[in-house]
């Protein structure tokens, strides 16, 4: 008899692993709490503008294509997908901004026109990143469950024992000095929650994803690969629930034995959650929880965020499709975030604009805006706040481009700390999970499997690999290799 999964909520992880355990004849079943899916990553659409909700910046383009090969399909089945170029703009002051094109060598005469010798540095430092890459992706990612230490050593992770004592911000202030060029090295770490001097040096591997591989943009957004992923869910026989609120975990002699859902009990022999990780063990008796709220506390979250989605009467000049804005100091920011939480004085943000490169997300001749600003987690959030931050991102954006913008704003919605809370069961209002820091890496994450409750997993950003939707789509793998594993053994 073929066994029915829950999967609790609907990011990248959990339709990872829906696909995989329907490949292997498990009934699966995707229960959304939302109306849509796709967890962080849903669409939004307003009179005629279309945004992606959450992640923007595809990266590592070969964790994607590696999940739509183990099913005998190719990426391009699915959706199409470009190289950016340029890849990024960044803002450091008005008519003072840096292009990172769609090219190693375009690069490096970008940092050579502002460093002299820099591009002999980055070279170095980008072949490194990339055996880092090569060790991470090929040798370390896809076979590390988080079960045991000896996962870390493998016959060439040995030698990089230094990367992982090292940090980010030391090595790459080794050999720049232009405070421009350590802020672009020191940002793709942003993507793994944590500040450059708390990450080790070993992630620099997002560097090469950043510089080696680039900066893509599926075709109609990124939820093009949410749908994709759906899709071939659904080609494989997976059912998704919407509206659906999971309200309890049901557990008969310390195994699962279902779900409440909208007060109706469903029953199932395995469930995994792709859902918040505290948020889950929260729907179990107290000692079926593997960790406690003492635990979730002393936790190193990744940032919030403060969400600006804007559409405009007008097309904006002078910037590209993804755009950051460092004209202020990343080291206050980050004390802001991690050392004594609190709203940013001088906040940094990153903005998009996707109608750049794909007309269809706004209506002709407007733009659409996705504006982002991290800030701490479990702050507070309202609607003065949010106001307030939206008039600083966009005077300075203003300031920038050299035109008016406020008057052709058509409209602007927000999402902040108590939205994340709410759409998300997200712990604190994070948007990313746990930072990547050393104590945070590998074994030393939140277990996938449940060591309280039999038949009940997790997968996603607060668990193993980490944050960021590459490693959620490998997680999917990792907890659907895991549990077949188990069920191997019975």
Known sequence: MNKNVFIIGSGFSSLSASCYLAKKGYNVTVI?????????????????????????????????????????????????????????????GKNDSMSIEDSLQKIKKVFEKEEKGSSIELEKFINEAKNNYDIAVKDMLYKMPGITPLELI?????????????????????????????????????????????????????????????????????????????????????????????????????????????????????????????????????????????????????????????????????????????????????SDIYDEPKWPENPLFYANFTSKTNDKTAPKGYENGFFLIPIATSISDNDQLREKYFDIIITRLEKFTGE??????????????????????????????????????????PNLRSNKVKNLYFSGQLTVPGPGVPPAIVSGKLVSDLIIKDEKTI
């Open 32 to 92: 959304e709490k939302n109306s849509t899916l796709g967890g962080r990553a849903r669409q939004f659409k307003k009179d005629g503008f279309t945004f992606d909700m959450g992640p923007s910046w595809y990266w590592m383009p070969d964790v994607f294509e590696r999940f739509f090969n183990d099913f005998d399909k190719k990426r391009s089945d699915f959706y199409d997908l470009s190289k950016l170029d340029p890849a990024y703009k960044v803002f450091f």
């Open 154 to 334: 493998t016959k060439k992770t040995v030698f990089k024992v230094k990367s992982f004592i090292s940090n980010i911000r030391r090595e790459v202030r080794k050999g720049f000095k232009s405070h421009r060029l350590r802020a672009i090295l020191e940002f793709p770490v942003l993507f793994l929650g944590a500040k450059a001097s708390n990450t080790p040096a070993f992630y620099s591997f997002m560097n090469y994803a950043d510089f080696g591989l680039g900066t893509w943009m599926p075709k109609n957004g990124f939820y093009d690969v949410v749908q994709s992923m759906v899709d071939l869910g659904k080609s494989l026989g997976v059912q998704y629930m919407t509206e659906c609120n999971v309200e309890s975990i049901l557990i008969e002699n310390k195994k699962v034995e279902g779900l409440i859902i909208n007060k109706e009990q469903h029953f199932c022999d395995i469930i995994i959650s792709g859902a918040d990780y505290a948020h889950t063990e929260s729907l179990l008796d107290k000692k079926f929880r593997q960790y406690s709220k003492d635990y979730w506390s002393k936790k190193t979250w990744s940032p919030s965020s403060l969400l600006f989605y804007v559409g405009f009467d007008k097309k904006i000049s002078d910037v590209a499709h993804h755009n950051l804005f460092f004209d202020t100091d990343i080291d206050e920011h980050s």
């Open 404 to 445: 008016e913008l406020k008057k052709h704003v058509l409209f602007k919605e927000s999402f902040c700390v108590k939205d994340f809370e709410k759409e998300y069961n997200s712990y604190g209002g994070n948007a990313y999970g746990l930072a990547n820091t050393l104590m945070q890496t590998a074994f030393l994450r």
